[in-house]
């Protein structure tokens, strides 16, 4: 099996606030994107190319209370504090040919999900947590061709991600086991976090 990256999630308290702060940050507009039945959240979408996208999520206070933990630890009390100071760049995820076959104990269970003609199936730990703190990305196996395959390109490209935490060989160790293969940089540092260079039209961005 090997792994690519599929997506960055960058997470807000409401979803317009999420697509204002990256929009100013970037200088280019996001695409609509849609709801998660399954999950209470919506989300709006930003290509990085034609295999790799970027989305930022909020829960949508017009969807019911979903009957599990949302995903990205959107309801835990770490998460919901963190964006009390604004979006941030949250999680990664790792695109896989399919999800039958690896151990998924440091991911979580396999979902099977859609959203209008989207299908796919996603790892998603029973408490809703971020695996690793977010820094071990969650898995995704598509069914239907990925967003980026529809998105407008924006000319918007993602550099490199940083990965910091407390155990950089063991994440580099997870990573060498899916086989990943991209512009992802693991270091240590005192707790999980993330960063990532993009390219854009105006320069340079951090998020």
Same mark, same amino acid.
């Given at each position: 099996?090997?792994?690519?990256?599929?997506?960055?999630?960058?997470?807000?308290?409401?979803?317009?606030?999420?697509? +204002? $702060?990256?929009?100013?940050?970037?200088?280019?507009?996001?695409?609509?994107?849609?709801?998660?039945?399954?999950?209470?959240?919506?989300?709006?979408?930003?290509?990085?190319?034609?295999?790799?996208?970027?989305?930022?999520?909020? %829960?949508?206070?017009?969807?019911? +209370?979903?009957?599990?933990?949302? $995903?990205?630890?959107?309801?835990?009390?770490?998460?919901?504090?963190?964006?009390?100071?604004?979006?941030?760049?949250?999680? $990664?995820?790792?695109? %896989?040919?399919?999800?039958?076959?690896?151990?998924?104990?440091?991911?979580?269970?396999?979902?099977?999900?859609?959203?209008?003609?989207?299908?796919?199936?996603?790892?998603?730990?029973?408490?809703?947590?971020?695996?690793?703190?977010?820094?071990?990305?969650?898995?995704?196996? $598509?069914?239907?061709?990925?967003?980026?395959?529809?998105?407008?390109?924006?000319?918007?490209?993602?550099?490199?991600?940083?990965?910091?935490?407390?155990?950089?060989? #063991?994440?580099?160790?997870?990573?060498?086991?899916?086989?990943?293969?991209?512009?992802?940089?693991?270091?240590?540092?005192?707790?999980?976090?993330?960063?990532?260079?993009?390219?854009?039209?105006? #320069?340079?961005?951090?998020?």
């Amino acid at each position: 099996m090997t792994s690519t990256l599929d997506h960055l999630v960058i997470a807000a308290r409401t979803l317009p606030e999420g697509r +204002a $702060w990256l929009e100013g940050r970037l200088g280019v507009s996001m695409h609509p994107g849609g709801g998660h039945e399954h999950f209470g959240t919506h989300n709006a979408l930003l290509s990085l190319g034609p295999d790799a996208y970027l989305e930022v999520i909020a %829960v949508d206070p017009a969807a019911p +209370a979903p009957g599990r933990p949302r $995903w990205f630890g959107l309801d835990t009390p770490e998460v919901r504090g963190l964006l009390e100071d604004g979006p941030r760049l949250l999680h $990664w995820l790792a695109r %896989v040919p399919g999800l039958a076959g690896p151990d998924l104990t440091p991911f979580g269970e396999a979902l099977e999900l859609s959203r209008g003609e989207n299908r796919w199936t996603l790892t998603v730990p029973d408490d809703g947590r971020l695996p690793g703190g977010g820094v071990v990305p969650s898995l995704i196996a $598509w069914h239907t061709l990925p967003p980026p395959t529809r998105l407008p390109d924006v000319g918007v490209r993602l550099e490199s991600l940083t990965l910091g935490t407390p155990d950089p060989d #063991g994440l580099r160790s997870l990573l060498d086991r899916l086989n990943f293969v991209g512009e992802v940089e693991v270091r240590e540092a005192p707790q999980p976090e993330l960063s990532a260079l993009l390219v854009t039209p105006d #320069g340079l961005v951090t998020l």
